[in-house]
């Protein structure tokens, strides 16, 4: 089993909807949890962490974490063609190790 | 800044030839990772640094070695290059290690062992 599992995908929204990614971890100690944008030929770029249950806003992203389900998902609001890229979900393990997902690719149609 | 800056951009390399890929970050941080991203796996932890002067293996280490220059500098090597090391490998640092501190990337390399 994968540490971290992500649906790859192509999600496709149009724009201005909200696009839903989600992501579930297999380890229950994780503490910390990031989302990542990554365009295709480029390296990734943080969008957002998350440390507590619940949800967390920032702008048009909203990451939502529940550890008891053992999932965390990256909420895009007024979602927009330059969203489009793929999304990556990374959980810390063992207090310095990252795990990444194999990430979501999201299209956003015009 | 450049953030984390990586050398080369691309390279081929034969089975069996050696080489090192360098990387380097100027916003001082303590903790410095490489990895390595192959098509449907995501990104791979291969060796991770916690702080200048120790490195760590992480989830794929065999066949690559790393050093830990300075505080700056993180490279990796690979001995005698395999087809199965043909990737992107990103290069990440972090403030500290430890669960609260997100990883900034550099800009990749990509490799094919033929």
């Known amino acids: 089993q994968k540490e971290v599992e992500q649906n790859s995908g192509p999600l496709s929204v149009p724009e201005g909807a909200i696009a839903s990614l989600n992501c579930t971890y297999s380890?229950?100690?994780?503490?910390?949890f990031f989302w990542y944008r990554q365009y295709s030929g480029k390296s990734p770029e943080l969008i957002m962490s998350i440390y507590s249950n619940g949800d967390k806003e920032d702008g048009r992203f909203t990451a939502q974490l529940n550890k008891a389900s053992q999932y965390v998902s990256l909420l895009i609001r007024d979602s927009q063609p330059s969203d489009s890229a793929t999304y990556l979900c990374a959980v810390i393990y063992n207090f310095n190790k990252f795990y990444f997902g194999s990430g979501t690719k999201l299209n956003v149609k015009p | 800044n450049a953030g984390v800056t990586q050398t080369p951009k691309f390279q081929v390399l034969k089975t069996g030839q050696s080489m090192t890929l360098q990387c380097a970050q100027d916003?001082?941080?303590?903790?410095m990772y490489w990895y390595r991203q192959d098509p449907g796996m995501g990104l791979r932890l291969i060796y991770y640094?916690?702080?200048?002067?120790?490195?760590d293996k992480g989830e794929v280490p065999n066949g690559y070695n790393v050093s830990r220059l300075n505080k700056r500098e993180f490279s990796l090597r690979l001995e005698s290059a395999a087809p199965s090391q043909t990737s992107v490998y990103f290069c990440?640092?972090?403030?500290?290690?430890?669960?609260?501190?997100?990883?900034?990337f550099g800009p990749g390399t990509r490799l094919t062992v033929t």
């Open positions: 916003m001082n941080h303590n903790s």
């Open positions: 640094s916690a702080s200048e002067g120790t490195t």
């Open positions: 990440a640092s972090s403030p500290e290690a430890g669960i609260l501190y997100e990883q900034y």
């Open positions: 380890d229950r100690v994780s503490q910390s």
